[in-house]
Nanobody
Framework: QVQLTESGGDSVQPGGSLALSCATS????????LAWFRQTPGKEREWIAT????????TFADSVKGRFSLIQDTAQKTLRLQMNDLKPEDSAMYYC?????????????????????WGQGTQVTVSS
């Protein structure tokens, strides 16, 4: 089973940028879904982005679309979350997780739920 380790969290000012990394290790499947979630105290965990890894397409939540992007670094076995134009409401603990893709008409799909292999998280704080 794949193991995941997040890193890169920091404190930044509104409008700033930050890149988070999700390093993968262990017995990785040939193709799987890697997702980023975030959570603040007292709120449910929020899905924000998923990559079909390696080499597949990305999807993003509306709350981050246009500001966040995913970079698949297969040489480093890492999925990076590039976050631009950060806002105070982006402050949260960020987690990555994995799951097998579902298949529809012979094509792999990455749902937004039923992930496993959660890392320990990395904290992002956006404030002035």
């Amino acid at each position: 089973q794949v193991q995941l380790t997040e890193s890169g969290g920091d404190s930044v000012q509104p409008g700033g940028s930050l890149a988070l990394s999700c390093a993968t290790s262990g017995n990785s499947p040939r193709l799987y879904c890697l997702a980023w979630f975030r959570q603040t105290p007292g709120k449910e965990r929020e899905w924000i982005a998923t990559a079909l890894y390696p080499g597949g397409s990305d999807t993003f939540a509306d709350s981050v679309k246009g500001r966040f992007s995913l970079i698949q670094d297969t040489a480093q076995k890492t999925l990076r979350l590039q976050m631009n134009d950060l806002k105070p409401e982006d402050s949260a603990m960020y987690y990555c997780a994995a799951r097998s893709p579902s298949w529809q008409n012979g094509r792999p799909q990455c749902p937004q739920s039923d992930y496993h292999g959660w890392g320990q998280g990395t904290q992002v704080t956006v404030s002035s």
